[in-house]
């Protein structure tokens, strides 16, 4: 409405605000950043280690009946060691799931964004590449950047074309920076190996879509931030913001426009 002065949201991303028409209003926007890192970088590693190892799928074999003798290579996934992981945006959450991965024996970080950052990435001794490089060498690609309109639909058919047929993808940022269409063709194809999903378009995702078909594909109901420590610092963050913004004071974290 027209006496609107601030907006506090409960999230890190802020692509679901119209932001043209709030900076033009002079509009305050308080966000929730940092404080759901932690959870958020834990999630897409679950989510990678449950795409990449097959966990819902042998789980499921388990209640099926499909379990039966042993066989050597049944049930057989990919796993970290040794692997090159490509992180899209090595913002505070890639920097958290690069940290987190590094143990797990990786052998080389690449990285991709609007521009080197060279501070964040000795850490991990990563490399800046392009996207298509990125695709091409990566055993693991992790999408943790922002949704803009440079990244809306930028894992493409010729993204996941130059994608190894034994690689796996993680998108834990937004799910307009995925176009779904064609990630279901390079999944049904076998163009690559996996894929796990923590955001989708639309959210929730219907029933009947045909990505939740697909055995090699892990969906979850957009869970990044959910533990109850995370979940209750957000809220008490996105309280703060607002109060402060009526307030007219500086917001514990405010949106800069």
């Not at 970088?41 to 990678?48: D, K, N």
């Not at 042993?70 to 913002?91: A, H, N």
């Not at 690689?167 to 940022?173: A, E, I, L, P, Y």
Request: with cysteine; hydrophobic share 40%; charged share 20%.
């Amino acid at each position: 409405g027209p006496g609107l002065k601030v907006i506090s949201t409960l999230s890190v991303g802020f692509d679901h605000l119209a932001l043209d028409e709030i900076k033009k209003r002079g509009i305050r926007v308080g966000y929730t950043p940092d404080v759901l890192t932690d959870a958020t970088a834990e999630l897409s590693v679950a989510l990678l280690l449950s795409a990449c190892r097959r966990l819902p799928e042998a789980a499921e074999q388990v209640k099926s009946g499909g379990w039966t003798t042993w066989k050597p290579l049944w049930m057989c996934g990919y796993g970290l060691s040794d692997s090159t992981v490509g992180i899209i945006g090595l913002g505070r959450i890639g920097q958290a799931v690069a940290r987190r991965l590094k143990p797990f024996g990786v052998r080389r970080f690449l990285y991709t964004g609007s521009g080197p950052k060279p501070e964040s990435a000795a850490e991990f001794g990563a490399e800046f590449v392009p996207l298509t490089r990125l695709a091409e060498e990566s055993d693991f690609v992790v999408v943790t950047c922002a949704l803009t309109p440079a990244t809306q639909g930028m894992c493409n058919k010729d993204f996941f074309g130059r994608m190894k047929k034994t690689s796996v993808f993680v998108n834990t940022s937004r799910g307009a920076v995925v176009n779904q269409e064609d990630l279901y063709d390079a999944l049904a194809q076998g163009q690559i190996a996996a894929a796990g999903l923590d955001v989708t378009t639309p959210e929730p995702l219907p029933t009947d879509h045909p990505l939740l078909s697909l055995k090699n594909c892990v969906i979850l109901p957009h869970i990044g931030s959910a533990t109850y420590a995370t979940r209750s610092t957000m809220a008490v963050l996105a309280a703060k913001n607002l109060l402060a913004g009526l307030r007219g004071e500086p917001m514990p974290h405010e949106l800069k426009l």
